[in-house]
């Protein structure tokens, strides 16, 4: 059954969610004066082609962003965490800081990111597969499950109502860019590349020269290798959110510095 939760607890959560939101705050400050772009322009929406993602610019913005999607999912996982334990029941901690502390790309998914869609993806998509194919297999049905769910989110977060036609704008912050219309396809691309990242940890994870770095380097060092290995192709899974509006809607639920014009 699900575990009580205690004073210490509520407390715990309390306080965490409390400390980043402020660390969120700050960090959405010194964003938001880039237009959450703090390197210059991205490739286009429509780009896809892994080459962009290889670009000086493009890896800071996508590092950038993908910090910025931790301390999301960090913050307001302590927040629903806080409200849950007031309700007397006790539920996993959602992120356990996947890009600065992970050993692996196995670690960075299975034991670190996201946890309650892990641990959804692993009984309902993983757990059934494995029981008739491998473990990549399974690795690989897992992880486009989540891209087709994050593909559906997609159109519930960029959804156009009766107002909207084609020669809508968003303006934020003296700043017009056309409407968004998501890109589908490619949160799914994004997805299946982190299954093929596992499938080669599977295959050459073991070898001496990974055991090694792992042994002598620092944590955050290891960390940040493993998150290399995927940084190139973030954007196509963020480019969505950074382009639009998502995050200049979403800041307003949170202590931030602007520029006053």
């Keep these: 059954g699900a575990l009580r939760s205690s004073w210490k607890t509520i407390q715990y959560n309390f306080v965490n969610f409390m400390k980043y939101l402020c660390i969120l ?7 938001v004066a880039y237009n959450y772009m703090p390197s210059a322009e991205g490739p286009l929406l429509s780009d896809i082609d892994i080459r962009t993602g290889f670009t000086r610019q493009q890896l800071v913005n996508n590092l950038a962003i993908a910090v910025l999607f931790q301390l999301y999912l960090t913050t307001f996982g302590f927040g629903i965490n806080f409200l849950t334990s007031m309700c007397g029941v006790q539920q996993i901690q959602l992120m356990l800081n996947p890009i600065f502390e992970s050993s692996s790309p196995s670690d960075f998914w299975g034991r670190r990111w996201n946890l309650v869609i892990h641990g959804i993806l692993k009984r309902g998509v993983y757990k059934p597969v494995r029981t008739r194919y491998s473990r990549w297999a399974a690795s690989l049905a897992a992880f486009v499950a989540s891209g087709i769910f994050h593909e559906w989110l997609l159109s519930i977060v960029f959804y ?3 107002d909207d036609d084609d020669n809508h704008e968003v303006v934020h912050t003296n700043k017009i860019i056309d409407s968004i219309i998501p890109g589908y396809g490619r949160n799914t691309l994004f997805f299946v590349w982190n299954a093929i990242l596992i499938g080669l940890e599977y295959a050459f994870g073991g070898a001496a020269m990974f055991q090694l770095m792992k042994r002598h380097l620092p944590l955050t060092v290891v960390s940040l290798l493993v998150t290399s290995t995927a940084l190139p192709m973030v954007h196509w ?8 509006d998502f995050f200049w809607d ?3 639920g949170f202590p931030i510095i602007v520029r006053v014009q």
Excluded: E, H, K, P
Aim: charged fraction near 15%.
């Design 250 to 252: 979403s800041q307003i």
């Design 237 to 244: 899974f963020t480019n969505d959110y950074v382009r639009s």
């Design 160 to 162: 156009t109502d009766g």
């Design 25 to 31: 705050g700050m960090y959405s400050s010194v964003l």
